[in-house]
């Protein structure tokens, strides 16, 4: 009983982590100003633990650890624009998974309420070399928001367009390896031989995220 769970665990841990990406502040931080927190993901099994600090008026970094390390990495944010209750963003991040991954993000920030804020963005997401050995870049738009003083979301798909056409994402029935698309997708495999999500997977494309901030809501 106790190799079955093991191995069930074993099973999870590596079929975690496609890809990660980082949990950021919608609120702005000062110099020297900082939020930490957990994020749960269905990038990863288990959740990460994350840190922000603000390194001057305009930019902060995070930092990020995963467990067991799917998850881990960096990440840094520089405002770009800001007018009343609105502001935009860029962020750079690289994380640490089996199909490791970096970012580049632009993200349009709202505030809506005391301690409440929306935003959406765009990003280009490159996996240098994924669990197949092959490279994948990927594009796409993200959507999220916090609802409430130390809790949001952020959901978002991002599409490499050399794996598979954009209109059959959400169609369970596609497969890269069918009859009638291995002649064009059979490069792009979406599978490892032990079935886990290669770089070309849809799934490495999905992003869901729940964060939660820890200690007292400034």
């Known amino acids: 009983?106790?190799?079955?769970?093991l191995i069930f665990l074993?099973?999870?841990v590596l079929y975690s982590g496609c890809a990660t990406h980082p949990t950021v502040s919608p609120k702005r931080l000062s110099d020297g100003e900082s939020r930490y927190g957990y994020t749960l993901s269905i990038e990863n099994v288990f959740p990460y633990m994350w840190y922000r600090k603000g390194i001057s008026?305009?930019?902060?970094?995070?930092?990020?650890?995963?467990?067991?390390?799917?998850?881990t990495g960096i990440d840094y944010s520089r405002l770009l624009y800001s007018k009343e209750n609105k502001w935009d963003v860029m962020n750079l991040s690289w994380s640490m998974n089996p199909n490791y991954n970096m970012d580049f993000t632009y993200y349009k920030f709202k505030e809506t309420g005391e301690n409440r804020y929306r935003w959406w963005g765009f990003r280009g997401m490159y996996i240098p070399e994924g669990i197949m050995g092959n490279t994948s870049t990927r594009i796409g738009v993200l959507y999220g928001r916090q609802i409430k003083d130390t809790m949001g979301f952020e959901i978002g798909y991002y599409h490499d367009f050399?794996?598979?056409p954009l209109t059959s994402v959400v169609d369970p029935g596609w497969a890269w390896d069918s009859d009638?698309?291995?002649?064009?997708?059979?490069?792009?495999?979406?599978?490892?031989d032990a079935g886990i999500p290669s770089e070309f997977s849809r799934m490495t494309g999905l992003s869901m995220?729940?964060?939660?901030?820890?200690g007292s809501p400034e």
Do not use: C, K, W
């Open 1 to 5: 009983m106790r190799s079955r769970l």
């Open 57 to 71: 008026d305009v930019s902060d970094i995070g930092i990020r650890i995963g467990l067991p390390v799917y998850g």
């Open 10 to 12: 074993s099973a999870l």
């Open 162 to 164: 050399s794996s598979m």
């Open 209 to 214: 995220m729940v964060y939660f901030q820890l």
């Open 180 to 192: 009638e698309n291995i002649g064009r997708y059979g490069d792009t495999p979406h599978t490892s």
